[in-house]
C-alpha cells in the first residue's frame, strides 16, 4: 500500500473529529521517513496534537523541525502565511510593516472568506515545491497534511479553485492555478480518508467521498478505517460465560467473571457494529481500504503510533479490495 502512496508528493488526510487522522498521519510521517522519503507532517489546527503524538513539543508555528532523521513537523496557521507570503512579495521591509500594523489588512484578514485556509493550503504547496537553492533539488519527497475535521477540510481544498474562479486573470489566478495543479494531479497528490467504522463518521467520510469525486475533483488514495474492533469469539460463548457465571459462589471468581462478561458483551457489540459499517464503507466507497486495529493502551501515545505504523507496511491493497493491518 503504503510504498504506493509514498511515490506521491502530497498526501492529505482527512476525516470526521476525532477519528484518528493525526494518529494516521504521525503513523505515515513514520513510515516514510522509515524508508527514506524526506518527509514533512504538516498540522494545520494549531493544536500541536501531531507532534505530541510524536513524543515531541509543540513546534511553533511556520517553521520546519527537523524531529527524527527524514522526519519534520511544521505546524501551519493562514495568518502567518499570509504574512510569510507577503514578505515574499514585498522585500521592503517598511512598507510590509506599514501593511501589517494597518487596520485595513487586520480587518482584510479577518473578513476576507477563505483568505487564510487558501494561504495555508498556498504554504503546503510552497513547501511540497520547495527547491533547496544550492543542489537545485526538491527539498522534500513528500509532505503530509494532518487536515482539519472533514467540513474543514473540504474549504481548504476548495479555496484555491474558488480563489482562481473569482479573480479572472493576473497573479492570484496564476498562483492559484499551480496550487490546483498540485492538488488535482493524482500522481503526486492523494486525498486520503479515515474513519472509525460507526455510522456517523462513515456517513460523513461516504459524503466527503462523493465531494472528492464530485465537485472537487480531486485525487483520493486510501480509506483508513481506524479503531476497528473485532473478536474471535461470538455472543453465545459470552453467554456461556454467563451462565457460569450463575454458578459461581466464590466473591473473587464472580467480580473476575463478572468484568469478563461485561467486557466480552462489549467487545462482541463492538465487533457487530464494526463489521456492519465495514461493509457499507465497502459498498460505497471505491477504494482500497486498510483497517487499522483498536489499539488497547491506558495513554495513547507514541508507543501505539508506532504500534500502527508497523501495521501499515504489512498490508499491500489493490483498488477495491481490503486488507487488515497487522
Ligand atoms: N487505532 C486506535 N486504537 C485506539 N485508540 C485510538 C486509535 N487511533 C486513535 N485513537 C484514539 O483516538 C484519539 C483521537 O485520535 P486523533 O488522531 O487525535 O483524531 P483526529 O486527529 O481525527 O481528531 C487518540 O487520542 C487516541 O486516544
Ligand atoms: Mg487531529
Known amino acids: 500500500v503504503i510504498s504506493k502512496l509514498f511515490q506521491r508528493r502530497l498526501l492529505v488526510v482527512a476525516g ?4 484518528g487522522k493525526t494518529t494516521v498521519a504521525c503513523a505515515l510521517a513514520l513510515e516514510a521517513a522509515r524508508a527514506g522519503k524526506r518527509t514533512v507532517l504538516a498540522e494545520v489546527d494549531g493544536s500541536g496534537r501531531a507532534a505530541a503524538l510524536l513524543g515531541l513539543d509543540p513546534v511553533p508555528i511556520g517553521e520546519v523541525r527537523p524531529v527524527r532523521p527524514n522526519l519534520h513537523v511544521m505546524a501551519v496557521d493562514g495568518k502567518a502565511a499570509l504574512e510569510e507570503y507577503l514578505a515574499i512579495i514585498i522585500p521592503i521591509r517598511r512598507l510590509l510593516d506599514a501593511v501589517f500594523s494597518s487596520r485595513i489588512y487586520q480587518y482584510f484578514v479577518a473578513a476576507a472568506p477563505g483568505l487564510k485556509e487558501l494561504m495555508t493550503i498556498g504554504k503546503i504547496w510552497y513547501e511540497a515545491e520547495r527547491v533547496d537553492e544550492a543542489t537545485d ?17 473540504v474549504q481548504y481544498l476548495r479555496m484555491p479553485r474558488a480563489a482562481h474562479d473569482a479573480f479572472g ?11 490546483i495543479d498540485l492538488l488535482t494531479d493524482h500522481k503526486q497528490t492523494a486525498i486520503n480518508l479515515v474513519t472509525t467504522a ?14 472528492l469525486c464530485g465537485e472537487l475533483r480531486l485525487p483520493a488514495g486510501y480509506l483508513f ?19 457460569a457465571l450463575a454458578t459461581t459462589r466464590e466473591a473473587d471468581d464472580r467480580n473476575v467473571l463478572e468484568e469478563i462478561v461485561r467486557r466480552g458483551r462489549e467487545e462482541c457489540g463492538w465487533s457487530a457494529i464494526n463489521a456492519r459499517y465495514r461493509q457499507r464503507l465497502a459498498a460505497e466507497i471505491d477504494l482500497p481500504a486498510v483497517e487499522i486495529p483498536y489499539v488497547f493502551a491506558e495513554e495513547f501515545g507514541v508507543e501505539q503510533v508506532r504500534e500502527i505504523a508497523a501495521g501499515l507496511v504489512a498490508v499491500d491493497v489493490a483498488p477495491g479490495a481490503q486488507r487488515r493491518a497487522r
Open 16 to 19: 470526521k473529529g476525532g477519528v
Open 137 to 153: 533539488a526538491r527539498r522534500w519527497d513528500l509532505v503530509i497534511l494532518d487536515a482539519p475535521a472533514t467540513g474543514h477540510s
Open 198 to 211: 460507526e455510522e456517523m463518521p462513515v456517513n460523513e467520510t461516504i459524503e466527503m467521498y462523493r465531494q
Open 225 to 243: 478505517v481506524n479503531r476497528v474492533h473485532r473478536v474471535d469469539f461470538g455472543d453465545a460463548d459470552v453467554e456461556r460465560l454467563a451462565l
Open 169 to 179: 486573470g493576473g497573479l492570484v489566478a496564476r498562483e492559484t492555478q499551480r496550487v
